[in-house]
């Protein structure tokens, strides 16, 4: 019994270093591609090889991307432009609005409720052609207002926030309440300072998801306006040196934000449940 | 008079409700309900400026095109496919790290990663070993065997699939793991006292209690398969192997064009279709709840 115990946990070891070496691996090999010069990562290229370990080590890539070419800090400053309100903005109006789902009675609640999620539920091959409808209609088309307020508006943030304002008790506020305190004091005073986990956890998962922005931009932004995240598919592929480069850059702010809120982060995605 | 009272509170409450949830409601109004019955009315409408109504002419003309054909064809076998590999894969793991493993954090830690990290990046990564000079085919090579220009071809499609279970299991791993730690231990004290095996006592205990959460997994991932063009354009651009040809690349290429009739159209079928799947997978759960 206790040697077959041994065998299942090797295997069982086995397995997680795998993956756990699947999951780093790219991005491992990444960093270290971009530390070649062009010629060393396009020979590798050429001749099937795997190669990891730079034989000359240079940081040329870098210097190219942040100072010989102004393109990149160009693309960088518009993915900061368009990500940074979206952000701000959906914590503020999901706090709002999660604090009416979840700790006020009003009419027609549940149903909106519901609308929201559908909302969220949806791929953007649905809420891409309303949001450019009514971009052009108002004439923002080509604008980041057009990317960035329909980001603001996203349901998710709203959803992750009520499902998490639902754990707090209410008793808690009906306490408040008796003592005479209004609905700002009861959100500023008693709910927020119990939330800051779920803030943060809502900020890393709207923060990596419009980093990312594919979608939106391509349909809405004209090519100046484009961000680092749909300029990185198009740099040429005699230039992967310099692609590594601008990739490990791009994933900096990604990684800096889950390493600093992990926790929150993971305790926030085990909130949201649909129940 | 208390009554009075409790009917003015009552409308009190309504009204700051609406003030809290006010923001959001508007926004949502503004940038989807409108704009999505806008399209509602171009689905049945033809024509430029001065609409006429055509009745259902262009849902026709659209399930006929046959570039929608082959992006609902291609999405929903990316669905069929990649869904239920994710779970099973996320699951798996999750049990693995569950079972009082040392070092589980540092695992949890190191396999929620690439939830993280941008795909515009890694891309790159993926392009150099799928290349027809890459790595993949250097090993191929090695055993005799030349390979081929993986993105040229079908094999796009099995990459987009290893790309989507790379990036999505570890979001998946954390909401099993809340699922299980949901499940009292007394649970598995108590079979394993009457004899239960571990085997019997997942079938028995563990996989009756985890179908809510399988179901909310389900679903998520479904919603992460539907986004997975994010992943096929950084892949191959906006004219991928006609294998990876998905329901956005369609949309696109219409959005070029600007033909809002076949969009809208396009978008008010998929709507339609999610919405539905999503309310049968609710119901069935349901049933299924404990």
Same mark, same amino acid.
């Given at each position: 019994?206790?040697?077959?115990?041994?065998?299942?946990?090797?295997?069982?070891?086995?397995?997680?270093?795998?993956?756990?070496?699947?999951?780093?691996?790219?991005?491992? +090999?990444?960093? *270290?591609?971009?530390?070649?010069?062009?010629?060393?990562?396009?020979?590798?290229?050429? &001749?099937?090889? #795997?190669?990891?370990?730079?034989?000359?080590?240079?940081?040329?890539?870098?210097?190219?991307?942040?100072?010989?070419?102004?393109?990149?800090?160009?693309?960088?400053?518009?993915?900061?432009?368009?990500?940074?309100?979206?952000?701000?903005?959906?914590?503020?109006?999901?706090?709002?609005?999660?604090?009416?789902?979840?700790?006020?009675?009003?009419?027609?609640?549940?149903?909106?409720?519901?609308?929201?999620?559908?909302?969220?539920?949806?791929?953007?091959?649905?809420?891409?052609?309303?949001?450019?409808?009514?971009? @052009? @209609?108002?004439?923002?088309?080509?604008?980041?207002?057009?990317?960035?307020?329909? !980001?603001?508006?996203?349901?998710?943030?709203?959803?992750?926030?009520?499902?998490?304002?639902?754990?707090?008790?209410?008793?808690?506020?009906?306490?408040? @309440?008796?003592?005479?305190?209004?609905?700002?004091?009861?959100?500023?005073?008693?709910?927020?300072?119990?939330?800051?986990?779920?803030?943060?956890?809502?900020?890393?998962?709207?923060?990596?998801?419009?980093? &990312?922005?594919?979608?939106?931009?391509?349909?809405?932004?004209?090519?100046?306006?484009?961000?680092? *995240?749909? #300029?990185?598919?198009?740099?040429?592929?005699?230039?992967?040196?310099?692609?590594?480069?601008?990739?490990?850059?791009?994933?900096?702010?990604?990684?800096?934000?889950?390493?600093?809120?992990?926790?929150?982060?993971?305790?926030?995605?085990?909130?949201?449940?649909?129940? | 008079?208390?009554?009075?009272?409790?009917?003015?509170?009552?409308?009190?409450?309504?009204?700051?409700?609406?003030?809290?949830?006010?923001?959001?409601?508007?926004?949502?109004?503004?940038?989807?309900?409108?704009?999505?019955?806008?399209?509602?009315?171009?689905?049945?409408?033809?024509?430029?400026?001065?609409?006429?109504?055509?009745?259902?002419?262009?849902?026709?003309?659209?399930?006929?095109?046959?570039?929608?054909?082959?992006?609902?064809?291609?999405?929903?076998?990316?669905?069929?496919?990649?869904?239920?590999?994710?779970?099973?894969? *996320?699951?798996?793991?999750?049990?693995?790290?569950?079972?009082?493993?040392?070092?589980?954090?540092?695992?949890?830690?190191?396999?929620?990663?690439?939830?993280?990290?941008?795909?515009?990046?890694?891309?790159?990564?993926?392009?150099?070993?799928?290349?027809?000079? !890459? %790595?993949?085919?250097?090993?191929?090579?090695?055993?005799?065997?030349? !390979?081929?220009? +993986?993105?040229?071809?079908?094999?796009?499609?099995?990459?987009?699939? #290893?790309?989507?279970?790379?990036?999505?299991?570890?979001?998946?791993?954390?909401?099993?793991?809340?699922?299980?730690?949901?499940?009292?231990?007394?649970?598995?004290?108590?079979?394993?006292?009457?004899?239960?095996?571990?085997?019997?006592?997942?079938? @028995?205990?563990?996989?009756?209690?985890? %179908?809510?959460?399988?179901?909310?997994? #389900?679903?998520?991932?479904?919603?992460?398969?539907?986004?997975?063009?994010?992943?096929?354009?950084?892949?191959?651009?906006?004219?991928?192997?006609? *294998?990876?040809?998905?329901?956005?690349?369609?949309?696109?290429?219409?959005?070029?064009?600007? &033909?809002?009739?076949?969009?809208?159209?396009?978008?008010?079928?998929?709507?339609?279709?999610?919405?539905?799947?999503?309310?049968?997978?609710?119901?069935?759960?349901?049933?299924?709840?404990?």
């Amino acid at each position: 019994m206790k040697e077959k115990n041994k065998i299942v946990s090797v295997l069982e070891y086995t397995v997680l270093i795998i993956f756990a070496f699947g999951a780093l691996f790219p991005v491992i +090999y990444m960093v *270290s591609n971009s530390f070649m010069g062009e010629e060393e990562v396009n020979a590798a290229l050429q &001749n099937f090889k #795997f190669h990891i370990i730079p034989d000359c080590f240079t940081m040329i890539q870098y210097y190219t991307i942040l100072i010989r070419k102004p393109d990149f800090l160009l693309r960088f400053w518009n993915s900061v432009i368009l990500t940074v309100p979206i952000v701000i903005g959906q914590i503020g109006t999901s706090i709002f609005g999660a604090y009416a789902f979840a700790k006020i009675e009003f009419k027609f609640k549940q149903q909106i409720f519901f609308m929201f999620i559908l909302l969220m539920i949806m791929p953007y091959q649905v809420t891409l052609v309303p949001i450019y409808i009514i971009m @052009k @209609k108002i004439n923002l088309v080509g604008s980041y207002a057009s990317v960035i307020l329909p !980001g603001i508006f996203s349901t998710f943030g709203v959803f992750l926030m009520t499902q998490f304002l639902k754990s707090i008790p209410d008793e808690q506020c009906e306490a408040a @309440k008796v003592d005479g305190a209004s609905h700002i004091q009861i959100l500023f005073k008693i709910i927020m300072p119990q939330c800051r986990g779920a803030v943060v956890s809502l900020a890393i998962l709207s923060f990596v998801d419009n980093w &990312n922005m594919i979608e939106q931009p391509l349909i809405l932004l004209g090519n100046e306006k484009q961000p680092l *995240s749909t #300029f990185l598919s198009q740099i040429n592929n005699n230039e992967l040196g310099m692609a590594f480069a601008c990739g490990v850059m791009f994933m900096m702010p990604s990684i800096f934000v889950f390493l600093n809120g992990e926790k929150q982060l993971l305790q926030g995605i085990q909130h949201l449940d649909m129940k | 008079m208390i009554k009075i009272e409790n009917v003015n509170s009552k409308k009190r409450e309504n009204i700051v409700g609406y003030i809290f949830a006010g923001p959001s409601i508007v926004g949502f109004v503004l940038f989807f309900v409108i704009p999505f019955l806008i399209s509602i009315v171009y689905c049945f409408t033809q024509g430029v400026g001065d609409l006429q109504f055509v009745g259902f002419e262009n849902f026709v003309d659209l399930f006929q095109n046959s570039a929608f054909q082959l992006a609902v064809k291609n999405t929903i076998l990316f669905n069929v496919i990649s869904v239920p590999l994710v779970i099973v894969v *996320s699951l798996g793991v999750t049990l693995i790290l569950n079972s009082k493993i040392k070092k589980a954090s540092f695992f949890r830690t190191v396999l929620t990663f690439p939830l993280v990290i941008p795909m515009a990046s890694v891309i790159f990564v993926w392009q150099v070993f799928f290349a027809q000079t !890459g %790595v993949v085919n250097g090993i191929l090579l090695k055993l005799g065997i030349v !390979g081929p220009d +993986y993105l040229q071809t079908g094999w796009s499609f099995f990459i987009l699939v #290893f790309i989507y279970v790379w990036k999505n299991s570890g979001y998946n791993m954390i909401i099993f793991l809340a699922g299980l730690n949901n499940i009292p231990k007394e649970y598995y004290e108590a079979s394993s006292i009457d004899g239960c095996s571990k085997t019997k006592a997942f079938f @028995k205990i563990t996989l009756p209690l985890l %179908v809510p959460t399988i179901f909310f997994v #389900f679903i998520i991932s479904i919603i992460n398969s539907l986004r997975i063009y994010r992943e096929a354009y950084l892949l191959s651009g906006q004219y991928p192997d006609s *294998s990876i040809y998905m329901l956005q690349h369609f949309m696109n290429n219409n959005f070029t064009n600007l &033909n809002y009739q076949r969009l809208s159209t396009a978008s008010v079928i998929v709507f339609v279709f999610v919405g539905l799947a999503v309310y049968y997978l609710f119901k069935l759960q349901k049933k299924y709840e404990v």
